[in-house]
């Protein structure tokens, strides 16, 4: 084989998320099986493909005001790379993706401050989730799944 010939394609390699979205809109997307991002866009969710994991984190119970609940709220893996559109109301038809999601209870996030790469500031960790959709190493997901009681097994295999 040559240095320009491609050995055969397994599979593509996982990534790992955090998405960031009120515990209330987590809720949602848990009952029905899908999340979206960022108020409905549809550009953050190109970036998943089948297999990745995911983690939502509610910086509150509800958007814009609700209390402040700094926990992780769910846990899964994307079902598939289908990004899709729905009506919610006439004017506003948020882009969503399929997600299987795995029983946990919820982690507040500050005892794994710590322990979190992808946490680079420690005091103002809460930067690391500005965004609403971070790249995380599988290590910082085991470990959260850890903190939210989901077996390690269910999580990490493909």
Same mark, same amino acid.
């Given at each position: 084989m040559t240095a320009s010939e491609?050995?055969?394609?397994?599979?593509?390699?996982?990534?790992?998320?955090?998405?960031?979205?009120?515990?209330?809109?987590?809720l949602l997307g848990v009952e029905g099986g899908f999340i979206q991002l960022n108020?409905?866009?549809?550009?953050?969710?190109?970036?998943?493909?089948?297999?990745d994991g995911l983690v939502r984190y509610s910086p509150r119970t509800t958007y814009p005001d609700g209390e402040v609940l700094q926990a992780f709220t769910a846990i899964g893996r994307i079902k598939s790379a289908v990004i899709y559109q729905v009506e919610m109301t006439p004017d506003f038809e948020?882009?969503?993706?399929? !997600?299987?999601?795995? #029983?946990? +209870?919820?982690?507040?996030?500050r005892p794994l401050?710590?322990?979190?790469?992808?946490?680079?500031?420690?005091?103002?960790?809460?930067?690391?989730?500005?965004?609403?959709? !971070?790249?995380?190493? #599988?290590? +910082?997901?085991?470990?959260?799944?850890t903190a939210m009681g989901c077996d390690a097994f269910t999580v990490d295999r493909p």
């Open positions: 491609e050995s055969p394609a397994g599979p593509p390699p996982r990534s790992f998320w955090v998405g960031v979205v009120s515990r209330a809109h987590v108020h409905g866009k549809k550009a953050p969710l190109t970036r998943f493909k089948a297999g948020p882009y969503r993706i399929d !997600v299987d999601f795995f #029983a946990c +209870d919820e982690a507040p996030v401050i710590d322990e979190l790469s992808f946490i680079r500031s420690k005091t103002h960790w809460g930067a690391a989730f500005r965004f609403g959709q !971070v790249k995380i190493s #599988a290590e +910082d997901f085991l470990r959260i799944a």
